[in-house]
């Protein structure tokens, strides 16, 4: 069985870091897309970062304050989220496509997480 599972989120102070984790069973990363997501109240799934084939992609949003890396010996993928700001508050996802073409859009992911929330206190 295919299964994708977040940690990491938590309640932080606007300026702190976050490191989230996203943990692959059932397959490997080998081949797929991975990309991270987030959601916040009231607003639609947005793509924030993803890594592809070696290559890394972040939304305008986030450059420069997330990193996405992966560790294959333990199908896990991280995104370091520093400086964080109020407007991060989400419930982050992480989703695993083979055949992504738009990176930072949802409908080319075949796996999601059930996600982690990150809150970000002013």
């Known amino acids: 069985e295919v299964q994708l599972v977040e940690s990491g989120g938590g309640l932080v102070q606007a300026g702190g870091s976050l490191r989230l984790s996203c943990a692959a069973s059932?397959?490997?990363?080998?081949?797929?897309?991975i990309g991270w997501f987030r959601q916040a109240p009231g607003k639609g799934r947005e793509g924030v970062s993803c890594?592809?084939?070696?290559?890394?992609y972040y939304a305008d949003s986030v450059k420069g304050r997330f990193t996405i890396s992966s560790d294959i010996d333990q199908n896990t993928v991280y995104l370091q989220i520093n400086s964080l700001k109020p407007e991060d508050t989400a419930v982050y996802y992480c989703?695993?496509?083979?055949?992504?073409?738009?990176?930072?859009?949802?409908?080319?992911?075949?796996?999601w997480g059930q996600g982690t929330q990150v809150t970000v206190s002013s």
């Open positions: 890594l592809s084939d070696g290559r890394t």
């Open positions: 989703a695993a496509g083979r055949a992504v073409v738009a990176v930072l859009g949802i409908n080319d992911y075949d796996y």
């Open positions: 059932g397959f490997t990363f080998d081949g797929y897309t």
